[in-house]
């Protein structure tokens, strides 16, 4: 290992951010152990690579002493004043002992050491660039199929476990799909990204992809709910009088909210308007019910809604799911009932 191997660390520390002098640390502890490996396990030794020339020297280290009772340790004060006449009882001398042969030796460690040290790199570049892309929406290429759907990312591969795949979702091989990034997690094979598609945080990003208004600031996302392949609910306001929030995540005949649906293949969404009065947004909530009444207990946060016969099954909603994501949407318990049942139970408080 002469200048060259110098030169070529520095272009490995240009072209992949990996530092000449992390990778000199390296390979001389990685030497240390090569060294006692092949030629002597017991002794204290260290190794010094040239930052210059690249020259490689393997130096024992033993302790000055009166009396040596373990030779690779150590060296009596006689023998270490013959090298310098300046050392002293408790020094430590360094001796050369690079073997003939340790050029090749040190050569082919050095190319494993550095092939690990840029690998391990290259995962924490992946590593920081995904970790930063948390909670944020990806698109990729279907790659492997099984119970978990392997999604390529380019640089990494994104893993779609079982629990986050949308019920009744096919996913083919070599299919463009849009995912949500849950969890970024650092292994020692590299970034694990999980994925998903069921999300509700998913729906959020596609929403602010499509309306630019969300982008802007100008409306926001108060909640959302979802039983995803199903039905979503989505609470939105607005930061400027001006501005319909329902209006502009719906957008010009439906265009925008249409977007999202396909890309969600056909799951049916519902955008109300938020409002910080409880029984208002409770109401909302509850659409495309029409509500006669809410009722709402602040201190327990549970809200009774009237609503007309004819309306008690939307409002309800099939096995109960309408009034399940109003639940959800709104942080609110909500006891749903007919105006007649309202009725009755008046009558039969009053006898």
Known sequence: MKADFIQALEEIEREKGVAKEILIEAIEAALI???????????????????????VKVYALKDVVEQVDDEFLHISLNDAK??????????????????????????????????QRIREAERDIIFDEFISRENE??????????????????????ILLPSEQIKGESYNHNDRIKTYIVEVKKTTKGPQILLSRSHPGLVKRLFELEVPEIQEGVVDIYSISREAGSRTKIAVYSNDENVDPVGACVGQNGGRVKAVVDELNGEKIDI?????????FIAN????AKVIKVTVN????????????????????????NARLAAKLTSWKIDIKSESQSEESTDENLE
């Open 33 to 55: 152990s090569a060294y006692k490996r092949n030629f002597g396990s017991s002794q204290n030794v260290e190794v010094e690579i040239d930052n210059e020339s690249g020259d």
């Open 285 to 288: 909530s509850l659409s495309p």
């Open 298 to 321: 602040e201190n327990e946060k549970n809200a009774s809604v009237i609503v007309p016969d004819y309306q008690l099954s939307l409002a309800i909603g099939k096995e109960g799911q």
């Open 272 to 280: 109300i308007n938020w409002s910080n009065d409880p029984a208002e």
């Open 137 to 158: 929406i990806v698109t990729g290429i279907i790659q492997k199929l099984n119970n978990n759907v392997l999604v390529d990312l380019g640089k990494a591969e994104g």
């Open 82 to 115: 013959e090298i310098d006449s300046n050392y002293q009882i408790g020094d430590v001398i360094k001796i050369e002992v690079t073997p003939r042969n340790f050029g090749r030796i040190a050569a082919q460690t050095a190319k494993q050491v550095v092939v």
